[in-house]
């Protein structure tokens, strides 16, 4: 797992206005907790909070905070960060100190590797429902994300949490549940109906059928969608 270094701040500016006040001076208000000790308030500068997400690992990394201009004081882990929902801008984050030799939940991503023959030949389709597992580990021994081979998956066959295994890791989430299955395609065949020779085609009043080899524009729409 990644480790990164992160100076920050305690801060005195507390509450909703003064998270307001912090974000406006380009920081990003968060909290440190944990280890039987007290909750602290601190800011991070927001250019080196992206830069510290920006490794392969995203969020799940190791922070080394040094505080107040320590090198450093605590090594801490992202639990929770809050975006806002139209700019991504983040808005607040919750660290957890950790220690070395203390087990630590963590979600970590997972990576499908492989092709399933079945997807290949369009005999199936792949259906990944689940993009992170709930682990339990010591911190060091945190994966930047946990690899899934799906090359044997056939048409109607699952892998569920029970079939993944990683060394020095205990996944919490429920065994049962499929990570990645290849599901059966449906086929769906429109009605058609013949019409009799001289039989009016429904439709509008006055409307006339397209001619040979032209086609008729049905309906068409655009959708925009839009990520936390």
């Not at 107040?68 to 929770?80: H, L, M, P, Q």
């Not at 010591?138 to 946990?146: F, N, R």
Request: glycine share 8%.
């Amino acid at each position: 797992m990644a480790t990164v270094k992160l100076t920050v701040r305690r801060r005195t500016d507390t509450g909703k206005q003064g998270s307001k006040r912090t974000r406006a001076h380009g920081d990003v208000p968060a909290v440190l907790y944990g280890e039987k000790q007290d909750n602290v308030p601190i800011s991070i500068v927001a250019n080196d909070l992206r830069a510290a997400l920006s490794t392969a690992s995203g969020r799940n990394v190791i922070i080394h905070l040094g505080l107040d201009g320590e090198e450093s004081s605590a090594k801490a882990v992202i639990r929770e960060m809050k975006r806002d929902a139209v700019t991504r801008e983040i808005l607040h984050v919750d660290l957890q100190r950790i220690s070395e030799n203390k087990p630590v939940v963590m979600h970590v991503p997972i990576t499908l590797v492989g092709e399933s023959l079945a997807v290949k030949e369009g005999r199936g389709i792949l259906d990944h429902t689940m993009r992170q597992l709930e682990v339990k580990c010591l911190p060091g021994d945190i994966p930047e994300h946990i690899e899934v081979d799906i090359s044997s998956l056939e048409v109607k066959h699952a892998i569920h949490v029970s079939d993944i295994s990683v060394d020095k890791l205990e996944i919490l989430d429920y065994p049962e549940r499929p990570v990645v299955e290849v599901l059966q395609p449906t086929l769906f065949q429109e009605p058609t109906e013949e019409v009799e020779e001289g039989e009016e085609v429904e439709g509008e009043e006055g409307a006339e059928a397209p001619a040979d080899g032209e086609k008729a524009e049905e309906g068409a729409t655009e959708t925009s969608e839009e990520k936390s």
